[in-house]
């Protein structure tokens, strides 16, 4: 019986020698040949083997090739679809007799990929020949096939200085990737999964760590714990939750995304945007969760911009362009980031009519803006958000505490102000923006109540010359591709009107007074005391860039003014006819008639610095009027400044022979227009 135990130890021993040396004695040439000539039967492609060739079967399947090429399809732009100075793989034979897969050591060296794809959408790794891959005889098979693999592990598995390179002729989309390292760790599948790697992408260093505590979970369909982290220059991502791989993904976790500038990130992406301001930094934190095509964040704490948000946002991909759905409380928007391409407030160009004089306005005085606007990026996706925030900035414009409901859909946005606080007044109002077509279009209405006018005209217009609280109405529309060409084209129609408040460094009284002796240019032409009243107001309608106004009425102490004309808004020109009526009494403050002189002035020029001249003609059709107020005046003024405005004058003596005296002047016959300027104090 030893002695048969003997020869079949013997046999053994003789069958492990001749594995462990039968890669000794067998050629590496035949390796090569073997190898490269099943390649080509499989793929119709070359492989070329330059270097040497290694191979062992005991105590483990190891191969080590060096210096190996694969052929590119004959259609493609690289002479090789891959390439690589070595590759080492070692798989341990003993556990495969228990099913489980222990993969000693699988390195890549330098290796590089080319993946391209034709303009008919046929990829190089498309082979032209090769025989078909065997079909599973049953499903059943196939199943136990996979369950009788009870455990994996890996060792050494790495990329060392990879890179790889994909163009798509027919999407145009091209990506490479360089100085690719990868490190794998899988001691087992109950025991947790780890990789790291690197690669530069787009000239941009990526640093990538994963690590899976049950990666078992993962092959059966289930979920796992899961933490991820990228980072680069560009953007900075974590993401620490639970996966599920199959059965359709799913994630549910933690999120914290941190993006310097969204627009470097989009450039750097391939997709930039357009020219302008804003697009800057981006950092989101939330509980992230998704499902097939929707993405929810849930406790969303948003800053954008040096906007801060908090709410709950959702996404939907999948469509044609990405749909975003949510409520969000802000501190501030800040429309002004989006409105000029630059991130200071660029300088406008000046109208010839508004360089002159001063309106205390500041930036206004320099003209509209013909800075580009461009709201080509509304059409990067829709969405239906409810916003609250504490402060909305529109230029100089400051509102305060509102609520509104933003709808953005195929490049047109809609902001309706359910809520709106402006200058310690209130209201509601719409404004619409359009980007959807080539040229920007604007919609506004609006309708506010206790409104301080000082402050809003100020930061609306750059105009500090009138206060008092204010109810406003409007209805406007513009399209242009700039600020001046929108005010150009704006057309629409509104109601002012203005209570208790004041005409600051103005006294129309005196005002008036003053171009009947003389015109004057400029609002210091009035004095420095201001003109108080009880009601100012009327209507106006625009029509290409130009505002008109037939019923302006105020009601004031010792003046009553009606007037109409029209404001050209592109060019902040002025072209007025107020009708002042210089009261002499108080009675009538609050609407009634009140005997007076009407004294018309025309207003015209620049809005910043206007020139005031009388309208002396017109003063004189309503001779009747003007002569029953001059004679009330006491004294012989009166009687003297009614004759001249009759055309009466002084007559010299004359002798009774009829001959003038010698040397005495002609007589000089009083013009009415005289008169009136004596009677003004000229």
Do not use: C
Not at 159 to 165: L, P, R, V
Not at 278 to 304: C, E, M, R
Not at 610 to 628: C, G, H, K, V
Request: aromatic share 6%.
């Amino acid at each position: 019986m030893s002695r048969w135990i003997a020869i079949i130890a013997g046999i053994v021993v003789l069958l492990i020698a001749a594995v462990v040396a039968a890669p000794l004695l067998i050629p590496s040439e035949v390796y090569k040949e073997r190898v490269v000539a099943l390649v080509k039967s499989q793929t119709g492609r070359d492989l070329v083997i330059g270097g040497n060739v290694g191979l062992s079967f005991f105590p483990r399947l190891a191969v080590k090739v060096e210096d190996v090429r694969f052929s590119n399809a004959s259609w493609g732009k690289d002479r090789d679809m891959a390439t690589m100075k070595e590759m080492r793989a070692a798989l341990k034979i003993m556990p495969l007799f228990k099913g489980e897969v222990e993969i000693d050591s699988f390195v890549l060296v330098d290796p590089v990929i080319h993946l391209e794809v034709k303009a008919d959408g046929t990829p190089n790794w498309q082979f032209e020949t090769g025989a078909p891959a065997a079909p599973t005889a049953t499903g059943k098979a196939e199943g136990k096939s996979s369950a009788s693999v009870q455990q994996i592990r890996l060792g050494e598995v790495s990329i060392k200085n990879g890179a790889a390179t994909y163009r798509n002729a027919q999407s145009g989309a091209a990506l490479a990737f360089e100085k690719v390292d990868v490190d794998l760790s899988l001691p087992g599948l109950d025991e947790p999964f780890a990789a790291s790697g690197s690669l530069v992408w787009n000239s941009e260093p990526l640093k990538l760590t994963l690590k899976a505590d049950r990666p078992r979970a993962l092959t059966e369909g289930g979920q796992t714990p899961i933490e991820f982290a990228l980072s680069s220059s560009k953007v900075n991502a974590t993401y620490k939750g639970s996966i599920q791989a199959l059965g359709g993904a799913k994630f549910s976790g933690g999120v914290d995304l941190d993006v310097p500038s969204v627009r470097e990130l989009a450039q750097w992406l391939g997709s930039p945007l357009p020219a302008g301001n804003g697009f800057g930094p981006l950092s989101i934190k939330g509980n992230a969760q998704g499902s097939g095509n929707t993405y929810t964040f849930n406790d969303a704490q948003v800053g954008f911009d040096g906007m801060n948000a908090t709410g709950k946002v959702s996404v939907q991909t999948g469509g044609v362009r990405p749909m975003i759905r949510g409520g969000l409380a802000l501190d501030r928007i800040d429309a002004n980031i989006y409105l000029s391409s630059s991130g200071a407030a660029s300088p406008a160009t000046p109208s010839p009519a508004s360089s002159g004089g001063s309106s205390g306005g500041g930036a206004a005085e320099s003209g509209w803006s013909n800075d580009p606007i461009d709201l080509s990026g509304l059409k990067a996706a829709d969405a239906d958000i409810s916003l609250s925030t504490k402060e909305l900035l529109v230029k100089e414009i400051k509102v305060g505490e509102s609520a509104l409901n933003l709808k953005l859909a195929n490049g047109v946005l809609t902001v309706d102000l359910n809520k709106l606080a402006l200058y310690k007044g209130a209201g509601s109002g719409s404004l619409t923006l359009d980007g959807s077509n080539r040229v920007p279009q604007l919609d506004a209405a609006f309708s506010i109540a206790g409104v301080q006018a000082e402050p809003l005209l100020t930061d609306a217009a750059g105009f500090k010359r009138l206060d008092g609280l204010s109810a406003i109405s409007f209805n406007v529309n513009g399209v242009g591709h700039s600020q001046r060409e929108i005010v150009s084209t704006l057309g629409g129609k509104g109601e002012v009107k203005f209570t208790n408040g004041a005409i600051k460094g103005v006294n129309l009284a005196q005002l008036a007074r003053t171009v009947l002796t003389a015109p004057a240019t400029g609002w210091q032409s009035g004095g420095s005391q201001d003109t108080d009243f009880s009601e100012l107001g009327g209507t106006f309608t625009i029509a290409k860039g130009i505002l008109t106004n037939s019923d302006l009425k105020m009601l004031s102490p010792l003046l009553r003014v009606t007037g109409s004309g029209t404001v050209d808004l592109p060019n902040r020109m002025l072209n007025y006819r107020v009708e002042p009526k210089l009261a002499a009494t108080l009675q009538g403050q609050g609407g009634g008639d009140a005997k007076g002189i009407e004294v018309p002035v025309v207003i015209e020029g620049p809005w910043a610095s206007p020139r005031f001249r009388p309208d002396l003609a017109s003063m004189l059709q309503n001779r009747e009027q003007t002569i029953e107020t001059i004679k009330s005046l006491k004294g012989e003024g009166g009687k003297e400044m009614l004759k001249g405005l009759l055309g009466g004058g002084q007559k010299t003596e004359t002798p009774a022979d009829g001959t003038p005296a010698t040397g005495a002047a002609p007589e000089e016959k009083s013009k009415p227009a005289d008169a009136l300027k004596k009677l003004f104090g000229g």
